[in-house]
């Protein structure tokens, strides 16, 4: 006689298991808390990836200015001192301020060069790089008489936020 074996079947309700819907939510609410914070770091990310290029690009335009100031010195550096000029912006066009007053056509030039250069627009907005700036340079006699030496002061300050943005660079130039 045969004996045949029988393997009972597993219980297919009690073996297997799923995910319960509570399970579920609570995976989508931890999902969508993540991908919040994940955008919320965008939003940071971008926000001071702009503040890196407005500061870079605020460094540059003084920089730039104190070069020119520097190559001009020997024409430039004899009372009265022609770099003494205020330029203001909004957020659409540079304008305003007081220009200097000298006929030195070097001064002149570099006057409107710079109130230029602040003028650039953001490609994608269409505003000026440094939206409400302020840009200041101021020259008086530094050290003795005798060697004709100038402190030439940049000052270029902008707002764009909450807290104005400021850079400063100060150069001594004398005659040669």
């Given at each position: 006689?045969?004996?045949?074996?029988?393997?009972?079947?597993?219980?297919?309700?009690?073996?297997?298991?799923?995910?319960?819907?509570i399970?579920?939510?609570?995976?989508?609410?931890?999902?969508?808390?993540?991908?919040?914070a994940?955008?919320?770091?965008?939003?940071?990310?971008?926000?001071?990836?702009?503040?890196?290029?407005?500061?870079?690009?605020?460094?540059?335009?003084?920089?730039?200015?104190?070069?020119?100031?520097?190559?001009?010195?020997?024409?430039n550096?004899?009372?009265?001192?022609?770099?003494?000029?205020?330029?203001?912006?909004?957020?659409?066009?540079?304008a305003?301020?007081?220009a200097?007053?000298?006929?030195?056509?070097?001064?002149?030039?570099?006057?409107?060069?710079?109130?230029?250069?602040?003028?650039?627009?953001?490609?994608?907005?269409?505003?000026?790089?440094?939206?409400?700036?302020?840009?200041?340079?101021?020259?008086?006699?530094?050290?003795?008489?005798?060697?004709?030496?100038?402190?030439?002061?940049?000052?270029?300050?902008?707002?764009?936020?909450?807290?104005?943005?400021?850079?400063?660079?100060?150069?001594?130039?004398?005659?040669?």
């Open positions: 006689m045969r004996q045949t074996l029988y393997r009972q079947k597993p219980n297919r309700c009690r073996e297997e298991r799923g995910f319960s819907l399970e579920v939510l609570l995976a989508m609410i931890f999902l969508a808390i993540g991908l919040l994940i955008a919320a770091m965008q939003d940071v990310a971008m926000g001071s990836n702009m503040k890196a290029k407005r500061m870079s690009f605020a460094t540059n335009l003084v920089t730039e200015l104190v070069e020119r100031i520097r190559y001009n010195a020997p024409a550096s004899t009372a009265p001192y022609p770099y003494n000029f205020t330029v203001t912006c909004t957020t659409t066009a540079c305003g301020g007081t200097p007053t000298t006929t030195n056509l070097t001064a002149l030039g570099d006057y409107t060069q710079w109130v230029s250069r602040l003028a650039n627009l953001e490609p994608s907005t269409g505003q000026i790089v440094l939206p409400n700036a302020s840009g200041t340079v101021t020259s008086v006699a530094a050290g003795p008489a005798t060697l004709g030496q100038v402190l030439i002061t940049i000052a270029l300050t902008w707002s764009s936020g909450i807290v104005p943005a400021t850079v400063t660079m100060s150069t001594i130039v004398a005659p040669l």
